[in-house]
Structure formats: C-alpha cells, structure tokens
C-alpha cells in the first residue's frame, strides 16, 4: 500500500506541471494580452493629448479592454478684430490633430458648457468634442479673413438641410479652389448642423484695416456749390432751419440792471453764462466735425447695432473711432428724452428729436442695399417683407410728379383734361362783345351833351371795372375747380416705377441745390443715410414719410391727402424716393441669390456644432 502510494504522488504532480500549468498560463494570456494592449492604447491616447494640449481625465478597465475619457466642450466665440489682433488674424500655434477637432486651427474664446465621455478600445476611435458656436458669427469670422461663400453649397444647404451631403463645401479659400467649411458627420452634433473647417496661414487675405463684413462705410456729403449770400445777411444753421448760426446766445438775468446783484451773483451768473457757451460752442463744433466725418456703421440681424466716426490725428495720422449716438435708428425702439440724450454727448442734443419707431428698419434697409455689391454681399439683415413688397409695386402717378414740378408735362403720357381751346374760344368771344358793347356805348355817349357824356363815361367805366371783377372772380373761381379736378385726374394718372420716379427726384434735389451737382442716385443716398445717423429729426421726418408712402400703396393708391402732406414737403419725399429706389433694385437683383440662402440658412440654424 505505502509503495502504490509512493508511485502516485509523482504521477500527480507531474499532471499538475504538465496540464495544469500550461492551462493556468493560457487562461492568463488574454488578460495579459488585454492589459498590454489597453496599456499601450492609452500611451498613445495621452500623447495625443498633449500634443494637442488637451486636458483630460482618461481611466482604463485592462481587463475589459475599455478605455475612458472625459474632454470639456467649450462654446466658442471669435476674439475682437482690433483688441486682440494677434488672436484673431493669426492661427493657433497648437492645432488638434484628433479628429473632430478642427476647430482648434484658429484662436477662440472659450467657455466650457459640459463633459463629453467617450469609452473605447483603440486610440483611432478617439474624437474630439466639437464646440458650439453661432453660425453667423462663425461665417462673418471666415469672411473676414477672406473666404468666399459657395453659392452652390449654401443652396444644397437651403434645400436638403440635415440631409446635406458631408464633405459639402459652403465656405471656399479666397482663390476658390479649396474648400474651407463643409458639413462634416452629424456623429457629435446632437441634431444641430454638423461643420468642419480648414485653413492655412497663406489664405488670410485680410488684415485689421480692412472693413469688416456687415460693416459699411458713409462717406461725408461733398460741399454743395452755391452763390454766395448777400452782404450782411445771416447764414442760416443747416442742421436747424430758420435758425441762424451767427445769433449770439444771451442770458436774460444778465439783460436786467446789474445792480439788482450783488458782486458774488454777478459773478456767478457770468461764469454759469460762460460755461453754457462754452458748451454750446463744443456742442457745435462736435456737430461740424461729425459732419465732415466717414461714418462706419455694424448691420446685424436686429439692425443698426454701432456707428463710429473716423479720425485721423497724429504726424502718422493713426484712425481713431469715436462711438456716436444711434438710439433713434434702433429697430422699434424710441429715443430717450431731450435730457437724457443731452447727458450722452454733445452729437447726441440733435438725435433726441425723433418720434418715429420705424426710422431703424428704413436705415438698415437701405443700408443693407446700399451695402449690397457684386463683390459684398451684406447679408445678414433681413428686409422686412412688407417692405420688399412694398419697393416692388409701382405706385407714383405721373401726374402727381406733374404737379409737384419734377417732371414737364411733355414728358408725361396725356392724362390731364386739356382746356385751352376752350379757353382760347372763349376768350375771343368775350373780347369781341367786350369790344362790339364799348364800341356802341362810345358811339352813344359822342352823342350827348359834354355834361351827360361825362357822366355816361363814368357809369361805362364803373360798369367795365364791375364787369372785370366778375370775370376774375369767375376765373378764379373756374381755376380752383380746374385745379381740383386735375388733382384728381393726376391722381389717376398713369404709375411709374420706383427707379424711373428716383431719377427725376434727383434732378429735383440738385437743381435745388439740396444734393450737390454730379451725384449718381447711390452717392445721393450715402448723402441720406450720412445725414440720418447724425439728425435724428430728420430721419424721423424721412420715416414718417416712407410709412405715409407705404400706406397708400398698401391701401390702394395715392389720395388727395396723400398729395397735400407731399407738396409741403417736396424735397424730403424725393429723398425718400431714393431710398425706395436703391431697396427696390437691390431687392430684385437678390432674388433667389446667394444672399437670399445665406439669409435663409442663418435663420433656421442659430448655433452649430464645429469639429
């Protein structure tokens, strides 16, 4: 028994050696396998990482074979053009090469919004979050360093929308040939619009001089050339009519008897006086100085948002922009009081005069189509629907242009009931009666004795002065009612188009010497615009009379109170028939454009995911 036994003991053990072993090592592999792989995996992950100075919190499970990762997502918002110019013209030295993250070629201002966890198995499977950012933002951010939109792109966008293509361009470098924006997989977008960007250093294009996009440019009006006024006649103030500008300003406590004071109140009313002139004096040389400023001025999707006015001071004559007063020209919204504005600044006293919400959606139209050109779109501000239907009816009777002298009546198709033959038919007829009745009374009066003569001739005389009055009573009489029925008849007169009623509008304003000479109809309303940024009353006064001719066209036509509230104020409505004009043909030159996909796709996509 005790040798069996002793034959058994090697047997076991060497079954344990041989089989148990090696199967104990095999089931060891995979697990050693698993953590080798997992390990080197995540070697390749965290120098991924830092080479695309990533901070992240990576843990693994070696057994699984799963490695997780927690990166920020971020929101992201271009740095400021001029402010931090290093940022914003250069790109990141430090560019991701993870995919989703090619946002990283540029420099952003970011805000962390969340934590993206990602569990994989491979460092390939590693993506970057993609960052939040406003679409418009992101476009004008492109734009400005010199890409150029892809018409076809951004109508496929329109179009398809989420089922856009990936790898569809909407944004191409500056010479076209290479694509700077296009969708990318919709994997990280979590139902927002999906983008991927590239770009290198040679394509910008632009730099902090150039205008930046939804920005434009108001040139001051050039000096209108006029005879020179009369000898010691007072210069009438262009910014207050029928105010004159060489009124000294008085005090009237400093009129009365300088006695009723004492030195201590005479001297403190003589200094207040002082101080007021010398502010009004500052107050008038600002508005002289605005007025022979350029003007940029920022269009956004809500309007009229910043003017500036630029100032070369300095042997190196370096630009400064000065901010300017615009509450009049924001989008329904009504200016301050007459002392708020005050305490804005001095180019704000003139802008606080404007009752009319309206004045900021007529600016940024026509500033919007004064910003539109072959070569710049501005075409973030959308034009009001109403307006656009409104600049593409006709609406002016000829007639009417008639009547208020800016066009000759040889120019008009006939659209007047014509008198003079009449008038003509009827005048000789009265003449000769006039002549056959003071022939008979002559004849009669040789006749009688000198005394009765006399008296015949006075009562003829009396009976001819009595005669005349009638007629012209009669005449006056028959030429108002002449006059109201070709009020009413030019009423009815034929329509002419927006840009034909303009021209004559033009020719009207400088044969008045209200535009200089020389002007074409889209220099004319850079005068318009110049002017309303800085006289808030009369870009109210412009507003009222663009919602006056947007109410009739809406209402069926011009009527004759229509025309009453234009022949009191000719020159204004002309100048309004400018800015029609320009919103009208830019309107229908955009039609169905890429101005009007780009408009379209920013308003259904406020944020996007880049990556």
Known sequence: MSNNGGNDSPLAVDIITYIGVPLTVLGILPILFNTAVTLAALSKIKRMLRKSQLTALTRSDVVNRVIEIELPRYAVTPWDRFQHRSEYWHLSRSPSSIPGGTWTTFNWKRT??????????????????????????????????????????????????????????????????????????????????????????????????????????????????????????????????????????????????PKAYDDEDLEKGTR?????????????????????????????????????????????????????????LRIGRLPPSYAAATAMGASSIRNSKTKNKNAGTWFSSAMTAFGTTSQTVLWNFKIPD????????????????????????????????????????????????????????????????????????????????????????????????????????????????????????????????????????????????????LDGEFAGRLADMLDLWKGWAENGGMRKSDYTVLKQDASLWCMSALLVALIGETANALAGTLAMDLQECLGIWKKVRLG
Request: glycine share 4%.
């Open 386 to 533: 109403d307006i656009l239907s409104f600049v593409r009816k006709d609406t002016v009777p000829c007639g009417v242009l008639v009547l208020l002298g800016l066009v000759a009546m040889e120019d008009t198709p006939e659209w007047a009931t014509s008198h003079d033959e009449a008038d003509r038919w009827e005048q000789n007829e009265s003449t000769r009666d006039n002549h056959s009745e003071w022939h008979r009374a002559v004849q009669e009066e040789m006749k009688m004795p000198p005394a009765e003569r006399t008296k015949a001739q006075m009562k003829r005389m009396q009976r001819e002065q009595e005669a005349k009055m009638k007629e012209m009573r009669l005449k006056r009489r028959r030429d108002e009612e002449r006059a109201e029925q070709r009020a009413l008849e030019a009423l009815q007169s034929p329509r002419w188009d927006n840009a034909r009623v303009a021209e004559y509008a033009l020719s009207y304003l400088t044969a008045r010497e209200h535009l200089p000479k020389g002007l074409t109809g889209k220099d004319a309303v850079e005068v318009v615009l110049h002017t309303m940024v």
């Open 112 to 257: 962390a919004i969340g934590i993206k966890t990602q569990r994989i198995e491979y460092a390939d499977q590693l993506r970057q979050p993609q960052v939040e950012v406003a679409f418009d933002e992101l476009i004008c951010y492109l734009l400005d360093l010199g890409a150029k939109p892809d018409a076809q792109g951004w109508r496929i966008l329109r179009t398809t929308g989420q089922w856009t293509p990936v790898g569809c361009a909407l944004m191409r470098s500056p010479n076209g040939e290479h694509k700077a924006l296009t969708i990318a997989p919709a994997d990280d977008s979590d139902g927002n619009l999906s983008l991927a960007v590239i770009w290198c250093p040679e394509w910008t294009a632009r730099d902090s001089s150039s205008l930046p996009p939804y920005w434009v440019r108001l040139s001051p009006p050039p000096p209108v050339v006029s005879e020179e006024p009369e000898k010691g006649k007072e210069l009438e103030d262009p910014f207050n009519p029928g105010e004159s500008s060489s009124t000294p300003q008085s005090s009237d406590h400093l009129n009365e008897d």
């Open 272 to 328: 207040q006086s002082t101080n007021s002139k010398n502010s009004l004096d500052s107050v008038a040389k600002a508005v002289e100085a605005n007025a022979k400023s350029i003007i940029t001025c920022q269009i956004s999707t809500d309007g009229l948002v910043n003017a500036l006015t630029e100032e070369h001071v300095g042997p190196s004559h370096s630009t400064h922009f000065n901010s300017l007063y615009i509450e009049h």
